[in-house]
């Protein structure tokens, strides 16, 4: 079977499903709105707007387009078996383009490509400094919150929510200031990928990598980040984090605070989101 027919079946179905798809979401919505301006109207006689049989009776009426959508994805993964479209290999993203050949970059600007390295590393540099402002910012609004909640004076009030929201009042803007300084050091490292790849293809044309001896900070750097990215070390974490998430679970359990925060997620399907 030709590619181009496979792909057309392909297209062709997917917008059928995607237009069906919204169909359905639409027709959910309607009867949900519906059991809610019926249930909140003047006049309204039944116990709860979102009882389980007005949900069923609502949702009952759906019901053959829910089980059409269900049967369509059956049919799109026989589509997908029957109609085969041969995957093209993938390009590199610049990003790991970049990181695969900074193994290679040499400690010291090559004879006649000085102007190049300076532009690299230059880069590199304030990429750096934006990421470590960004640390700082964070790491500045979680102090100061900690040292916040440890002052008894911050909340004279029983009101627990009045007193958080006036802390985040002092906290949040070294957290907005942070979010942005990230989003602007992803934007410009985006944008500084495509701009010194070029020159880094032309440094680590031919070399191979270099054994780079660190000191002093970088060094204790290096050696903590390949500590955590041993696989051990990944596993024993992932194991703790298991254990102590299980160790809780049953505390909970145990002095009672499961069911109450069973009731309370009951209390928030039946009367807020209405799940019934």
């Not at 009882?51 to 019901?63: C, N, Q, T």
């Not at 006649?112 to 960004?134: D, I, P, R, W």
């Not at 008894?152 to 300084?181: D, Q, R, W």
Request: aromatic fraction near 10%; glycine fraction near 8%.
């Amino acid at each position: 079977m030709k590619e181009k027919t496979c792909k057309s079946v392909r297209l062709s179905y997917g917008i059928i499903f995607g237009v069906f798809t919204v169909v359905v979401g639409a027709l959910f919505i309607w009867q949900v709105l519906d059991l809610y301006l019926t249930g909140t109207a003047a006049g309204f006689t039944g116990e709860h707007p979102f009882s389980r049989e007005r949900v069923v009776a609502a949702l009952s009426k759906i019901d053959l387009f829910f089980w059409l959508w269900i049967a369509g994805i059956v049919v799109g993964f026989v589509l997908w078996e029957v109609f085969p479209v041969t995957d093209k290999p993938r390009k590199i993203c610049p990003d790991l383009q970049l990181a695969r050949l900074n193994k290679r970059m040499p400690s010291s600007a090559p004879e006649g490509m000085e102007a190049e390295y300076n532009a690299v590393t230059s880069a590199k540099k304030v990429v750096f400094a934006l990421q470590c402002a960004a640390w700082a910012l964070f790491a500045i609004a979680a102090v100061y919150g900690l040292v916040y909640l440890c002052i008894p004076s911050n909340f004279p009030n029983e009101n627990v929510t009045k007193e958080m929201l006036n802390m985040a009042k002092h906290v949040f803007p070294c957290i907005f200031a942070g979010l942005i300084v990230v989003c602007g050091a992803g934007i410009y490292q985006k944008y500084t990928v495509k701009r010194i790849l070029p020159a880094v293809q032309k440094l680590t044309k031919g070399r191979k990598p270099e054994s780079k001896q660190l000191t002093g900070l970088p060094a204790i750097i290096d050696k903590v980040k390949t500590t955590l990215e041993n696989k051990w070390v990944i596993l024993g974490v992932r194991i703790a984090i298991a254990v102590l998430a299980v160790a809780f679970i049953i505390w909970g359990t145990l002095n009672g605070s499961a069911r109450s925060v069973f009731i309370k997620a009951i209390n928030i399907c039946t009367e807020c989101i209405g799940l019934g």
